[in-house]
């Protein structure tokens, strides 16, 4: 079978476009959006915050560098999955560079299942200015006392109560539920009975942010970072009643749902961590020859020579796994592209978190400080390791899709 990783000529063109602005108007005031969330309320945007975060999204979008997100779709650029994990690269060098090109996690998820599943009034309201920057999401689905990563577990009492349904129960890790902008959530529940197929009892619903009931318990931390003003929250639902209408497709729904969701959003973390790597090698090899220690420049003591070698060579890998499993996604069978999101949803983030760690150490102490972005990086791409399913998961899913060639066990 004849895989192509490479990219239409206009969207090479468009891609150098994209790489010009991360370059030159994200990267330069990244270090100064940075040091205004310790400025005042954490959780809400200051002035200048604004003024650099929209400034740079009105460019985007003045220039057409919008929604990239949008693949094989009429709509936006039509972009391949392959072709947009190019494009994801680029942006994942800096934790702007996605919300400035409005291909931010998790709204481009709840965005294909406004666009997918959602009504007409959802689209209107919701999918709309989702689509336009104007406002931001969160997609609500972690249970702190269940084993999420089954996602079987799921355990939030959906009951459904004349025209509307009624919420009880926590979500935590409800990545952008601190943003003052997010509007809405598409929350996973359970609609149906212990005694029904497991994978018919659960269901996804649209709850406005503001519904009476809900109560942000706290940030959760992330190796004692709060990630402001993202974060990722602990939530109580108590008696959120929610139009009836508001449930996507229907009662035990949620899976068929989710499956479409979570798919893209894996792979799109996974294109981001290597435009990460990319920026920590780069920062690594400009200070092995600026800095010298024992009268020779950081580059020719140790083995640093190697270790550059090394993350250029694991750098490459990781990115053509991670477009073969684009071209697995591009033909349209989510059941054969699933142990490919596996394999690199797993070799991605480990891969990353490798070449920022040797990037801090080529900088020594500073590495870890708030002098160098690095410690935010790795931060980061740690969470990885751990968001849309654990590496211990998707290994299991792909031992299994290997022995299965071997086997007609039930594994």
Not at 102 to 127: H, I
Not at 299 to 312: K, P, S, T
Not at 324 to 350: C, E, F, H, L
């Amino acid at each position: 079978m004849d895989m192509n990783f490479g990219m239409r000529a206009e969207n090479r063109k468009l891609l150098a476009r994209v790489a010009d602005m991360v370059r030159n108007d994200v990267m330069p005031l990244e270090e100064e959006y940075e040091k205004e969330v310790n400025t005042g309320d954490r959780w809400q945007f200051t002035e200048r915050q604004s003024e650099i975060l929209e400034g740079l999204k009105n460019k985007a979008k003045s220039q057409g560098l919008w929604n990239f997100w949008l693949t094989n779709s009429d709509k936006g650029f039509g972009l391949s999955t392959v072709e947009y994990a190019y494009f994801a690269e680029e942006m994942g060098r800096t934790p702007l560079g996605a919300e400035v090109f409005n291909c931010s996690a998790p709204d481009t998820g709840n965005m294909e299942v406004f666009e997918r599943y959602g009504t007409e009034a959802m689209k209107q309201e919701w999918l709309a200015p989702l689509l336009d920057g104007q406002i931001r999401s969160a997609y609500l689905m972690t249970e702190p006392d269940v084993a999420s990563s089954d996602a079987t577990n799921i355990s939030m009492s959906c009951v459904r109560d004349g025209d509307h349904y009624v919420l009880n129960g926590e979500k935590w890790w409800s990545s952008g539920a601190g943003d003052p902008r997010c509007k809405v959530y598409i929350v996973m529940v359970k609609t149906g009975t212990d005694d029904m197929p497991k994978h018919q009892r659960h269901s996804m619903i649209v709850v406005p942010a503001g519904a009476q009931g809900i109560e942000v318990l706290r940030p959760m931390l992330v190796y004692g970072a709060d990630d402001a003003p993202h974060g990722h929250m602990h939530i109580r639902f108590t008696n959120v009643r929610v139009p009836a209408e508001n449930l996507l497709l229907g009662e035990g729904r949620g899976f068929e749902i989710s499956q479409g969701r979570l798919g893209p959003g894996r792979i799109h973390h996974c294109m981001r961590a290597i435009g990460q790597a990319e920026s920590a090698l780069e920062l690594m090899c400009k200070r092995s020859l600026e800095r010298e220690a024992f009268g020779k420049p950081l580059a020719q003591l140790g083995a640093n020579f190697d270790i550059i070698a090394e993350c250029r060579m694991e750098i490459e890998q990781a990115r053509l796994l991670c477009l073969k499993a684009a071209w697995y996604m591009d033909q349209g069978d989510a059941r054969a592209a699933a142990p490919w999101i596996s394999m690199i949803k797993t070799v991605a983030p480990r891969m990353a978190l490798k070449v920022i760690d040797e990037a801090a150490q080529m900088f020594g102490a500073q590495g870890i400080s708030q002098d160098t972005p690095l410690a935010n990086k790795w931060t980061h791409v740690r969470t990885l390791r751990l968001a849309d399913g654990p590496d211990a998961v998707h290994r299991r899913q792909i031992a299994r899709a290997e022995l299965k060639k071997y086997t007609q066990m039930k594994l």
